[in-house]
């Protein structure tokens, strides 16, 4: 299973990747579900994501991912405020399963407090959980 080691990881299979600025603190995230969660889904057909300038807090729901197998919580892994959705999914929400870290993101997250970001998990520890 494809674990990058660039991204941050969260129990709930959200994967993160950090958008730095000058000073190397973390603004906004781009998150998406990782490769082993949308194997576990089975095939994605369609994705709730919430309105761009929606607040979120993290840990707690902020859509749903329908597959053919299930629906699934998708979990804020920041507090923030979403700046952007990936439109694409509504028409294609297969690319979740066929390009997980890639075109099938899911949102982008300015961040609220980039302490949230260190309660990740590393890819190491992330393939420990899932006993890849």
């Known amino acids: ?3 990058p080691g660039d991204l941050l990881y969260t129990s709930d299979h959200e994967w993160v990747r950090a958008q730095l600025d000058a000073q190397g603190d973390a603004t906004t995230v781009t998150i998406g579900i990782t490769a ?3 194997d576990a889904l089975g095939d994605v057909v369609f ?3 919430p309105d761009a300038k929606t ?3 993290a840990s707690e729901s902020m859509g749903e991912v329908e597959s053919t197998k299930s629906v699934s919580d998708l979990y804020a892994p920041v507090s923030g405020t979403i700046i952007t959705i990936n439109e694409a ?3 294609s929400p297969g690319l979740v399963n066929s390009d997980p870290y890639g075109q099938g993101w899911l949102c982008e997250i300015e961040v609220a407090n980039a302490i949230e970001l260190d309660a ?3 890819a190491s520890s992330y393939k420990e959980l899932t006993g890849e």
């Open 36 to 38: 082993y969660a949308s």
């Open 55 to 57: 607040s979120v807090q």
């Open 120 to 122: 990740l998990l590393n």
């Open 47 to 49: 994705v709730d994501l």
């Open 1 to 3: 299973m494809d674990i």
């Open 89 to 91: 999914l509504a028409d």
